[in-house]
T-cell receptor, first 113, second 114 residues
Framework: AQSVTQPDIHITVSEGASLELRCNYS??????LFWYVQSPGQGLQLLLK??????LVQGIKGFEAEFKRSQSSFNLRKPSVHWSDAAEYFC???????????FGKGTKLSVKP | DTEVTQTPKHLVMGMTNKKSLKCEQH?????MYWYKQKAKKPPELMFV???????INESVPSRFSPECPNSSLLNLHLHALQPEDSALYLC?????????????FGQGTRLTVV
C-alpha cells in the first residue's frame, strides 16, 4: 500500500523567513502527489500537484514543491512566509484507481511576527 | 463552478437522533468521497462512489449510511451515533478514472454528538 510520511509535526518560522515542509512517499512507480492546506475548521485547499514531467511544481500562494525520485520526497517550499500561511499542511498520494487520497499526518505551521 | 457544497456547516445531534449530511457538486465529476477527520488528525477515507455506485467502504460502522441519489448529490445518513463520532466530515469529488487531476473538497460539516 502507498503511504506518505511527514516527519515534522509542528514548525514555527518567522514572518519573511523561508519555509520547507518535508514529505516522503512509499510507492514503487511514479506516484501522484499533492499538497493541501487546511485552516482551522475549514476544508482542504489544493496548493499544488505532481503527476509527471517537470519535477519542480509551482502552486498557488507562492508555494512550490520538488519531486525527487532518488529520495522519495516531495518537499514543499516558500521563499518568504506570510502570517496568513499559518495553517495545517497535508501531503497526500492517490491510492488505487478510484482517486481516493492517502494523507500524511500533517505539519502544523506557526508564523511568528 | 469548481465548488463542492456541504450542508449543514455545523450539526449537533443526540445519540438517538437521525440526521443527514448533504454534499453537492456541479462539475460533472463521477467520483465522490466521504472523509472523516478527527481533531489534529488527517482525513480518513470512509466511502467512495463511482458513477453513483458504492465502490469503496472502508469498514465503516453501519450507523453511517451513504447514499448517492444522482451524479451531483452525495448524502451521509447518520443514526445512533456515539460521541466518538464527533468530527469534521469532508466531502470531495473528482473526475472518475482521470488520475491526472485533483479532488475538490467541500468546507466540511462539523458534527458534534452529545
Amino acid at each position: 500500500a502507498q503511504s506518505v510520511t511527514q516527519p515534522d509535526i509542528h514548525i514555527t518560522v518567522s514572518e519573511g523567513a523561508s519555509l520547507e515542509l518535508r514529505c516522503n512517499y512509499s510507492y514503487g512507480a511514479t506516484p501522484y502527489l499533492f499538497w493541501y492546506v487546511q485552516s482551522p475548521g475549514q476544508g482542504l485547499q489544493l496548493l499544488l500537484k505532481y503527476f509527471s514531467g517537470d519535477t519542480l511544481v509551482q502552486g498557488i500562494k507562492g508555494f512550490e514543491a520538488e519531486f525527487k525520485r532518488s529520495q522519495s520526497s516531495f518537499n514543499l517550499r516558500k521563499p518568504s512566509v506570510h502570517w496568513s500561511d499559518a495553517a495545517e499542511y497535508f501531503c497526500a498520494v492517490i491510492e488505487g484507481s478510484q482517486g481516493n487520497l492517502i494523507f500524511g499526518k500533517g505539519t502544523k505551521l506557526s508564523v511568528k511576527p | 463552478d469548481t465548488e463542492v457544497t456541504q450542508t449543514p456547516k455545523h450539526l449537533v445531534m443526540g445519540m438517538t437522533n437521525k440526521k443527514s449530511l448533504k454534499c453537492e457538486q456541479h462539475m460533472g465529476h463521477r467520483a465522490m468521497y466521504w472523509y472523516k477527520q478527527k481533531a489534529k488528525k488527517p482525513p480518513e477515507l470512509m466511502f467512495v462512489y463511482s458513477y453513483e455506485k458504492l465502490s469503496i467502504n472502508e469498514s465503516v460502522p453501519s450507523r453511517f449510511s451513504p447514499e448517492c441519489p444522482n451524479s451531483s448529490l452525495l448524502n451521509l445518513h447518520l443514526h445512533a451515533l456515539q460521541p466518538e463520532d464527533s468530527a469534521l466530515y469532508l466531502c470531495a469529488s473528482s473526475p472518475y478514472r482521470v488520475t491526472n487531476t485533483e479532488a475538490f473538497f467541500g468546507q466540511g460539516t462539523r458534527l458534534t454528538v452529545v
